[in-house]
């Protein structure tokens, strides 16, 4: 699926339905993968940046002292998250898919909560143009292309 040239307003409409077809096909590998995303980042479970040393280990490998979208000092903005690029709650299959994962700061984290990744492209880009970039740099353009086969029957575990 070539998604270079479509409108946002499309975009969001591919999202919903590919992601709703896929969702609907969930496979109990699916529902073990996304409990997995829990136990490898938690575990108490009350702290959003990781408590398994593994856990731990990857968000040191992957981020630096600021966060990639407000460049702003971590420490300044509550720390860092560990945060699905595709929303776990609509994506569980992509939970464990370390290509779906960054580190951002909590404050990004929470501005960006459950949103497509379209979705909050368009809410940055009109909201916080400044930011858009950052964002758009991030996209993660394989894993939305890889949706389409994902709804493929013949493609699904």
């Given at each position: 699926?070539n998604l270079?040239?479509?409108?946002?307003?499309?975009?969001?409409?591919?999202?919903?339905?590919?992601?709703?077809?896929?969702?609907?096909r969930?496979?109990?590998?699916?529902?073990?993968?996304?409990r997995?995303f829990?136990?490898?980042?938690?575990?108490?479970?009350?702290?959003?940046?990781?408590?398994t040393?593994?856990?731990?280990?990857?968000?040191?490998?992957?981020?630096d002292?600021?966060?990639?979208?407000?460049e702003?000092?971590?420490?300044?903005?509550?720390?860092?998250t560990?945060?699905?690029?595709?929303?776990?709650?609509?994506?569980?299959?992509?939970?464990l898919?370390?290509?779906?994962?960054?580190?951002?700061c909590?404050?990004?984290?929470?501005?960006?909560?459950?949103m497509?990744?379209y979705?909050y492209?368009?809410?940055?880009?009109?909201?916080?143009?400044v930011?858009y970039?950052?964002?758009?740099s991030a996209?993660?353009?394989k894993l939305?292309?890889?949706?389409?086969?994902q709804t493929?029957?013949?493609t699904?575990r």
């Open positions: 699926m270079e040239g479509k409108e946002l307003g499309e975009l969001f409409r591919l999202a919903d339905e590919i992601g709703g077809k896929r969702y609907h969930l496979t109990p590998q699916d529902f073990e993968d996304y997995r829990d136990y490898w980042r938690y575990v108490s479970g009350d702290f959003e940046c990781g408590t040393q593994e856990s731990k280990d990857w968000v040191k490998d992957h981020s002292w600021d966060c990639p979208i407000c702003k000092s971590y420490s300044k903005t509550g720390g860092k560990i945060d699905h690029k595709l929303p776990r709650a609509q994506y569980p299959w992509l939970s898919n370390f290509e779906n994962l960054w580190v951002i909590r404050a990004c984290n929470q501005r960006k909560g459950d497509h990744w979705e492209e368009h809410y940055m880009f009109t909201r916080y143009p930011l970039l950052a964002v758009k996209r993660p353009s939305l292309r890889s949706l389409n086969d493929n029957p013949e699904i």
